[in-house]
């Protein structure tokens, strides 16, 4: 019965919902299926992540350059102080970010589609 009390959370919101009455199990088993489900929905998502990954790299490569073949560049509105002129800066930038962004969007949208939601 003591162990009982240890594992409802220590601090929380909505703290009458873990007092001692019958209607507390159900918030607990909630909790567990929701913090179980959150769990799951992670781990789709870092697979699907990485079984994206081949086609974030096709992505990726394919955004660092325009049509012409002539690499990405900015347009500022405004004139940056100390500029970089690395001339590779951008395009890597610019990979990383529809790298990232394709991984993200893969390994969301395969979560959805493994993950039960009952």
Known sequence: ?????????????????????????????KRETKNQFQF???V??????????????????????????VPT??????VHDFPNVDPGFHPRRTFRWWFLGTCMFGGILFAYATTSTN
Request: glycine share 10%; no cysteine.
């Open 1 to 29: 019965m003591n162990n009982e009390f240890l594992s409802d959370p220590w601090l929380t919101l909505r703290f009458r919902k873990y007092t001692a009455n019958p209607k507390r199990w159900a918030w607990k088993n």
């Open 40 to 42: 799951t929905f992670l």
């Open 73 to 78: 560049v900015p347009m500022q509105r405004w």
């Open 44 to 69: 789709n998502g870092l697979i699907g992540s990485v079984l994206t990954a081949p086609l974030a790299v096709w992505v990726g490569r394919r955004a660092q350059y325009g049509q012409g073949g």
